[in-house]
């Protein structure tokens, strides 16, 4: 009996052995990035190739003077993203092949830690039981152009800086302060307000701005990477030891380490780091003062007495909401690039979910066109002020962009449409690998969800006189003809294709608006198609070039910038196609189409979207383009349609 369950429990060993061995490959969030990158104390680096089975490391000095390289061959698999590795030095001549275990932790798609046990001459089946992590987090060269997470908590705090015990900037009034997500998705703003509480090692600007790029909780504690907007690259790891509504306790480490510390918690792998005290500071109103020393009377005869609005006797009656025009009024849909969002605007408010409720607030500025929004927060983020620029582009299109936000105290208060609505406010900084463009900020294109009606094309220069239809091919797939009868109806055109199995035959588009850009040489067009309830699309001609192109958009990229970066192939556009002048082909002869529009008050009254009949001849359908924008104009395009500049 004895001897059957010895035998029983080899051949479960056995049977174990080989399902840990068969297949041994790394995890796909590790191997979906070619290249992983630490650096230690910003005096040497780690760069790591990671393919399905191998990692190919090179350790280098930052002067390059020294490195080791080394390459690890996955072995065998254990559970928990655990594997066992053959360890070879490439640098070492004779070197001998040892064994470790290691373990990938996934903090984000584009920030990794490492966990390893001692490395052995000889295999060991507790090897994976004890792991060291490296507390230098791994980050991948997308890391710079990912788009940004939600940071994990939200508010304005007064900040408390201290390096070894000493506080920077005690006696400096306003206080230092950082404003966390004041509005979804906007990230974490450091106003230090005066240049000695920055900390020498500390490489942000007096007013800064980062990205949470990834989060996780180690017990009791949570650790938040963050990525300045700033061209020298160098990330943080910020740790938050204690949070509650009011205070957060944190320390900010200027080496690029998630230092969980010692038993006492206090950091043990650097001594390069900043502890913050950050307490919340409420403004209920306009009319509040900043800190509590605006009792002292010498404040209102200094450049302080902006910030002492109330001691100052700077308030005026807080009634300064005035009513939004109402061709802006109303219920309207942003289409980005895989979702609608929807905006309501009414007599007093504009809202939208990420950004959450704002005012319309009395002001000095005259252009009719320019609406000073006011917004309020309950959690200690400071009043903002913004300029919305609205344009009436046609009955079921309104275009509006935001000027970038102000934030209180503003004095005297007559200027701030003055401020918000400012040329500079309009324009913003982009950031293309090494090259930096101030370019304008982009109108947010609002789509009415109910009513669609249309209007003209404004095709008539792209098709000349007595020419209704043009030749188009897309390299080597389906060629086609794109048709607009203008003596007919200016509202619609049609696409169809030319012996093509694997596309529509013919598509039918409303026109909704229609824009003229770069000095009348391109018109772009908002359509919905005529048979899809809200299948939306940009279309985009161009005059001018060597080949005329007809390139088509996602509805949230109808923009001047958007196109520019098309033309400009920085951004990949949903299909763009060559307009031939002179085809071996010719496009078939075709019927007028006959468009008839019916709106039943019934239908307006239910919300359903306006219907449009064609004769029985002419087919619909959807066409299927592939969308695949790149990364860096992903950021750029979500910073661009409604979420404000910070």
């Known amino acids: ?85 053959e360890h070879t030095e490439k640098t070492q001549l004779l070197a001998e092949t040892e064994y470790l275990c290691i373990q990938f932790l996934r903090q984000s798609d584009d920030v990794i830690q490492i966990k390893t046990s001692t490395k052995m001459s000889v295999k ?35 900040m408390q800086i201290r390096k070894s015990g000493k506080q920077l900037c005690a006696n400096k009034i306003p206080r230092a302060r950082m404003e966390s997500e004041c509005g979804s998705g906007t990230g974490i703003m450091f106003d230090f307000k005066h240049e000695e509480c920055i900390h020498n090692n500390l490489k942000m600007n007096l007013n800064q701005h980062v990205d949470c790029m990834a989060e996780w909780t180690t017990g009791n504690e949570k650790f938040v990477i963050l990525r300045p907007d700033s061209d020298d690259f160098q990330p943080y790891c910020l740790r938050i030891t204690s949070h509650s509504y009011d205070v957060i306790t944190a320390y900010l480490f200027m080496d690029f380490v998630c230092d969980p510390g010692n038993s ?7 001594v390069n780091y900043l502890s913050i005290t950050f307490k919340k500071h409420i403004i209920n109103s306009l009319c509040e003062d900043e800190f509590q020393e605006c009792a002292e009377s010498k404040f209102c005869e200094s450049d302080m007495e902006a910030h002492c609005k109330k001691s100052c006797y ?49 002001s000095n500025n005259t252009d009719k066109n320019h609406i000073i929004l006011l917004q309020m927060f309950e959690n200690g ?20 962009r935001f000027g970038k936000r102000i934030t209180w105290p503003v004095f005297p208060l007559d200027n701030v449409g003055k401020l918000a609505c400012a040329e ?75 012996d093509c199995s694997t596309a529509e035959k013919e598509i039918i588009y409303l026109c909704l608006a229609s824009f003229k850009l770069n000095t009348n040489s391109t018109t772009a067009i908002i359509t919905k198609r005529k048979s899809a309830v809200s299948e939306f699309l940009c279309w985009v001609f161009t005059r001018s070039g060597a080949i005329r192109k007809l390139l088509v958009l996602n509805v949230s990229d109808c923009n001047e910038l958007s196109i520019r970066l098309v033309l400009e192939g920085d951004l990949k556009p949903k299909a763009s196609f060559d307009i031939i002048e002179s085809p071996l082909k010719t496009c078939p002869k075709r019927e007028s189409i006959s468009i008839y529009k019916s709106v039943s008050k019934n239908q307006r009254n239910a919300g ?18 592939r969308q695949n924008l790149v990364s860096i104009i992903i950021m750029l395009t979500s910073v661009l349609y409604i979420q404000f500049s910070v």
Not at 381 to 396: A, G, L, N, R, W
């Open 124 to 158: 060991s089946p507790s090897m994976c039981d004890n792991l060291n992590l490296d507390h230098w987090p791994m980050t991948s060269p997308s890391f710079q152009t990912a788009p940004p997470i939600k940071c994990p908590f939200s508010g304005g705090f007064n």
């Open 1 to 85: 009996m004895k001897y059957r369950c010895i035998m029983r429990l080899a051949a479960l060993h056995m049977i174990m052995l080989i399902s840990i061995t068969k297949g041994c490959t790394f995890p796909k969030f590790v191997t979906r990035r070619s290249m992983w990158i630490a650096t230690y104390d910003n005096e040497a680096s780690l760069r790591s190739k990671i393919t399905k089975d191998t990692i190919e490391s090179s350790y280098c000095t930052n002067n390059g003077l020294v490195c080791a390289e080394s390459i690890r061959k996955c072995n065998e698999t254990r559970e928990h993203d655990k594997f066992i590795v």
């Open 608 to 625: 359903e979207d306006v219907k449009y009949f064609v004769s029985d001849n002419i087919r619909s359908g959807a066409p299927s383009y």
């Open 314 to 362: 700077h308030c005026r009656p807080e009634a300064n909401i005035c009513a939004i025009p109402e061709h802006i009024k109303g219920y309207w849909g942003i289409l980005q690039t895989n979702i609608t969002n929807f905006v309501n605007v009414s007599t007093y408010e504009f809202y939208q979910k990420d950004m959450g409720k704002m005012q319309c607030l009395k």
């Open 424 to 498: 500079s406010q309009f324009l913003t900084n982009i950031v293309v690998g090494k090259s930096k463009e101030s370019v304008e900020i982009q109108n947010t294109t609002l789509i009415d969800p109910r009513i669609h009606t249309g209007v003209d094309c404004g095709l008539s220069e792209e098709f000349g006189n007595d020419v209704y239809s043009l030749y188009f091919q897309e390299g080597a797939k389906c060629d086609g003809c794109v048709t607009f009868d203008a003596k007919h109806d200016k509202t619609v055109f049609t696409i169809s294709t030319i």
């Open 381 to 400: 983020c400071y009043p903002k002020f913004s300029c919305m620029e609205v344009f009436q582009s046609s009955p079921s299109i309104r275009q509006i």
């Open 264 to 270: 006492f918690g206090i950091p043990s792998k650097t």
